[in-house]
């Protein structure tokens, strides 16, 4: 609960902060600002309602609405964010130079020594006369002050300029945000790219020289996914006539009743040494039970916590962190504890961060998904919080690293900075 009420707090402060800055400082008071506050809040209740109600039949017509604004308030923050610091040296500059200016008067009523013989000549506020100017614009500007909003040609310059800025800044943060979600949502529903590497492996016999590995990863069936997005991948592995296919967690974001129809493509894979997957921590809010079976029926082997002898080749795959709380977690020593250490080991682990548990195995490679290569940057760099190593090659605690982007994507369909990938792998002899 005291999560909840974290995250709840964290997405209120947000929306109130885009409120202030692309309603509150953009518009003068009125039915424009009392329109965006009340947008404000609908937009605020909508991230947690998409959040959780997405997980429900009922509700999945919330995620396209739902993600999609969940993309653009990230990116309205980021801009708003990356303005505050030439905004607030502009306005310093306004409030400067605004201090060596003297308000605009109205007409008539100028200064007060040219007013006096017009007073002594006996003119009437009420006759229209240039004293009654001055009675006027006296009264509007106290009924200015009282309202809050400035009037017209008695509005101090700087307030105007202020109000220029404020709207700029928000023209320029809503144009900007909508630009790079668009462009993310165009990447995340495209086609995955394929990313090659080559590693030498220095126990690798010199007849397995070659052997090539199609990893991917985070495929993520789900309620934006359709039928088409697994057929695509499966085609992609295909291309590339591959010996051993790796898909390394997270395949799916619902129930077996639900997606199982997304994941009949993956029946069609084609590759010589045979097609294995791991559990990712999505597996364990789907029903990783039935998505073990279903993948098995398939034709895609499970490595559950073991290794199987593939010629001259160990493959070794292990439950993912997140099978923990689900009494189904990760055992690397009955994985990789009796091996022949003569022999090279490749490990499917969904997370990276396993390897630092895996290198007193001498493990000599492992290869990972779960970041998403940050999905969205900037967002990949607190990725690198968490996980060792976010895309691609790297070493932790001495075990090299391969991650995947993977190919499809949680939460707001958008992906900037981290294309959907397929990952082919080369081991060579050294």
């Given at each position: 609960m005291?999560?909840v009420?974290?995250?709840?707090?964290?997405?209120?402060?947000?929306?109130?902060?885009?409120?202030?800055?692309?309603?509150?400082?953009a518009?003068?008071p009125?039915?424009?600002?009392r329109?965006?506050?009340?947008?404000?809040?609908l937009l605020?209740?909508?991230?947690?309602?998409t959040?959780?109600?997405?997980?429900?039949a009922?509700?999945?017509?919330?995620?396209?609405?739902g993600?999609?604004?969940?993309?653009?308030?990230?990116?309205?923050?980021?801009?708003?964010?990356a303005?505050?610091?030439?905004?607030?040296?502009?306005?310093?500059?306004i409030?400067?130079?605004?201090?060596?200016?003297?308000?605009?008067?109205?007409?008539?009523?100028?200064?007060?020594?040219?007013l006096?013989?017009?007073?002594?000549?006996?003119?009437?506020?009420?006759?229209?006369?240039?004293?009654?100017?001055?009675?006027t614009?006296?009264?509007l500007?106290a009924d200015?002050?009282?309202?809050?909003?400035?009037?017209g040609?008695?509005?101090p310059?700087?307030?105007e300029?202020?109000l220029?800025?404020a709207r700029?800044?928000a023209?320029?943060?809503?144009?900007?945000?909508?630009?790079?979600?668009?462009?993310?949502?165009r990447t995340?529903?495209?086609?995955?790219?394929?990313d090659?590497?080559?590693?030498?492996l220095?126990?690798?016999?010199?007849a397995?020289?070659g052997?090539?590995?199609?990893?991917?990863s985070?495929?993520?069936?789900g309620p934006?996914?359709?039928?088409?997005?697994?057929?695509r991948i499966v085609?992609?592995i295909?291309?590339v006539?591959?010996?051993?296919v790796c898909?390394?967690?997270?395949?799916?974001?619902?129930?077996?009743?639900?997606?199982?129809r997304?994941?009949?493509?993956?029946?069609?894979?084609?590759?010589?040494?045979?097609?294995?997957?791991v559990?990712?921590?999505?597996?364990?809010?789907?029903?990783?039970?039935?998505?073990?079976t279903e993948?098995?029926?398939?034709?895609?082997?499970?490595?559950?916590?073991?290794?199987?002898?593939i010629e001259?080749?160990d493959?070794?795959?292990?439950?993912?962190?997140?099978g923990?709380d689900?009494?189904?977690g990760?055992?690397?020593?009955?994985?990789?504890?009796?091996?022949?250490?003569?022999?090279?080991?490749v490990l499917?682990?969904h997370?990276?961060?396993?390897?630092?548990?895996?290198a007193?195995?001498?493990?000599d490679l492992?290869?990972?998904?779960?970041t998403?290569g940050?999905?969205m940057?900037?967002f990949?760099?607190?990725?690198?919080?968490e996980?060792?190593?976010?895309?691609?090659y790297g070493?932790?605690?001495?075990?090299?690293?391969?991650v995947?982007?993977?190919?499809?994507?949680?939460?707001?369909p958008?992906?900037?900075?981290?294309?959907p990938?397929?990952?082919?792998?080369?081991?060579?002899?050294p």
């Amino acid at each position: 609960m005291a999560f909840v009420g974290l995250v709840i707090a964290v997405i209120g402060l947000i929306h109130f902060y885009l409120w202030k800055r692309l309603v509150r400082d953009a518009f003068r008071p009125g039915r424009l600002r009392r329109a965006g506050g009340v947008l404000a809040i609908l937009l605020a209740v909508l991230v947690p309602a998409t959040m959780i109600g997405t997980r429900t039949a009922d509700l999945r017509w919330l995620a396209w609405p739902g993600f999609l604004w969940i993309a653009l308030m990230f990116y309205l923050l980021v801009t708003l964010a990356a303005l505050e610091i030439p905004r607030l040296a502009v306005s310093l500059w306004i409030r400067k130079r605004g201090k060596g200016t003297a308000p605009a008067t109205t007409a008539g009523a100028g200064n007060p020594a040219e007013l006096a013989p017009m007073a002594a000549e006996g003119a009437s506020p009420a006759s229209g006369s240039p004293v009654g100017a001055l009675s006027t614009g006296t009264d509007l500007r106290a009924d200015s002050a009282a309202s809050g909003e400035p009037l017209g040609d008695v509005t101090p310059p700087g307030i105007e300029r202020r109000l220029l800025l404020a709207r700029g800044a928000a023209i320029f943060a809503g144009l900007t945000a909508a630009g790079i979600t668009g462009y993310g949502v165009r990447t995340a529903l495209g086609p995955p790219q394929l990313d090659r590497f080559q590693f030498p492996l220095a126990k690798l016999p010199r007849a397995m020289d070659g052997t090539r590995l199609a990893v991917v990863s985070d495929i993520h069936l789900g309620p934006l996914t359709g039928v088409r997005h697994a057929a695509r991948i499966v085609e992609l592995i295909n291309s590339v006539d591959a010996d051993l296919v790796c898909i390394v967690g997270d395949l799916v974001d619902g129930s077996v009743a639900e997606l199982g129809r997304f994941a009949a493509p993956l029946a069609d894979i084609r590759a010589r040494r045979g097609a294995y997957f791991v559990t990712g921590n999505h597996e364990y809010y789907s029903g990783y039970q039935e998505w073990v079976t279903e993948v098995a029926r398939l034709g895609v082997r499970p490595l559950r916590n073991e290794r199987l002898e593939i010629e001259g080749l160990d493959l070794a795959g292990v439950n993912d962190i997140g099978g923990a709380d689900f009494g189904d977690g990760p055992d690397l020593r009955r994985a990789l504890g009796d091996r022949d250490t003569s022999r090279p080991v490749v490990l499917m682990a969904h997370q990276p961060l396993v390897a630092r548990d895996a290198a007193p195995f001498g493990v000599d490679l492992q290869v990972s998904g779960h970041t998403h290569g940050g999905q969205m940057a900037p967002f990949n760099l607190l990725v690198k919080l968490e996980q060792p190593v976010v895309s691609g090659y790297g070493e932790v605690d001495g075990v090299p690293v391969y991650v995947t982007n993977g190919a499809g994507f949680w939460g707001p369909p958008v992906r900037v900075g981290a294309p959907p990938q397929v990952t082919l792998i080369e081991l060579r002899t050294p």
